[in-house]
């Protein structure tokens, strides 16, 4: 059987964080600077306390064109309502949250303090991984809905990816 990958295997550690009296306009140049989506609001001991989205960023700058621009704080728009991970969840478990949700990223939580986060595309990198590691390459079994030339492209072994691994 394959190795079951958890989120700390899969997480990233080096993160963009924001604190909750922070201002948006610096909140939102660190999100640009850094080119993420979003960032884990922490408070001075590193607990959770909520996520800044894109979306909320926009939902600021929605509140500016009816009013003059805002002067707000990132604690005024964060999600506070967000899904925490620990670090021995496993690979499945975490795709199954983002099926079910739309969230682009879990914060991982350990004693109650944030130690990573895992992305949609941090699942992708582990679902690859565990695909490669497996001894028994499976048959796809759904075949009467897949195309012969597909079909045969997915019985053969595994293709090879755009940076030359297999």
């Given amino acids: 059987m394959a190795h079951i990958v958890t989120a700390d295997q899969i997480m990233s550690k080096k ?13 939102m140049y660190l999100l640009l600077k850094h080119r993420v989506s979003g960032a884990t609001v922490v408070d001075q001991e590193d607990r959770v306390l909520g996520v800044l989205s894109e979306k909320d960023c926009l939902r600021m700058f929605a509140n500016g064109a009816y009013n003059e621009l805002p002067s707000a704080h990132v604690s005024d728009y ?3 309502t967000l ?7 496993d690979l499945f478990t975490i795709a199954g949250i983002f099926l079910k949700s739309a969230f682009r990223r879990l914060p991982v939580v350990k004693d109650g303090k944030l130690v990573g986060q895992v992305s949609r595309r941090d699942v992708l990198d582990g679902s690859r991984a565990v ?5 028994v390459k499976k048959k796809w079994t759904d ?4 195309p012969d030339e597909i079909q045969a492209r997915l019985d053969s072994d595994i293709p090879e990816i755009a940076d ?3």
């Fill in 164 to 166: 030359g691994t297999r």
């Fill in 15 to 27: 993160l963009v964080t924001l604190r909750p009296d922070m201002d948006m306009i610096a909140a």
């Fill in 83 to 89: 899904t925490t991970i620990a670090p021995d969840t």
């Fill in 78 to 80: 964060m999600s506070r």
């Fill in 131 to 135: 695909w490669l590691s497996s001894p």
């Fill in 143 to 146: 075949s009467k809905y897949i």
